[in-house]
């Protein structure tokens, strides 16, 4: 786990310094993403284990975000993710919450998010799918240039979920949706052991 943990960090680091902003927001947005892969790692931590709930791990990821107690609307049935899938959804969930915060639905008093999940029957090929969908903003619309926060959160968090990953920007709203089956869920599937 720490040597994931390790290789996101390098990363984050590598792709952060990449982009050509002022050094103040450069090191605001590494110390934000750092802070929040820490946050996911302490939830396993605590847990003890090499997974942890979704729900534990939307919520703690929200943790900072969550101003006002109507900004969120948080629905799902238990699930438990890998190590290393907690750790890329915590990221994904920090950067769509940090934008929303910046250019969309928390941009404002009116806006607000709805994250929700469905899921199957554990290691079978049910669907699992996971929903971000912003309302009540300003309008939405897809930016000039892709950023690290849109790579983790369409090749990284795809990939860890070995599905897909959809980020679309409807003017009433951004809206993301990642998909997998159910087998591909909770160890890590290409080993078939624990994340």
Same mark, same amino acid.
């Given at each position: 786990r720490i040597k994931n943990a390790l290789t996101v960090i390098q990363a984050i680091i590598n792709q952060t310094f990449q982009s050509g902003r002022e050094k103040d927001e450069i090191l605001g947005d590494l110390g934000r993403r750092i802070g929040a892969l820490?946050?996911?790692q302490t939830l396993l931590?605590?847990?003890g284990m090499a997974e942890a709930d979704i729900g534990d791990v939307v919520v703690h990821a929200l943790a900072p975000f969550r101003m006002r107690k109507e900004s969120f609307c948080i629905e799902g049935t238990p699930v438990r993710l890998s190590a290393k899938q907690a750790l890329s959804l915590a990221l994904a969930i920090n950067e769509l %919450?940090?934008?929303a915060l910046k250019y969309g639905a928390l941009s404002g008093e009116a806006g607000g998010v709805t994250v929700a999940w469905t899921a199957g029957r554990p290691g079978t090929e049910d669907e699992f799918s996971l929903r971000w969908i912003e309302h009540g903003g300003p309008p939405?619309?897809?930016p000039s240039r892709k950023g690290f926060g849109s790579r983790i959160i369409e090749k990284a968090l795809a990939q860890d979920f070995?599905?897909?990953?959809l980020i %679309?920007?409807?003017p009433e709203g951004l809206r993301f949706e990642l998909t997998t089956r159910m087998t591909q869920v909770g160890g890590d599937?290409?080993?078939g052991e624990p994340g």
């Open positions: 820490a946050d996911a931590t605590r847990s %919450a940090t934008n939405v619309s897809k070995m599905g897909k990953a %679309a920007y409807d599937p290409r080993s």
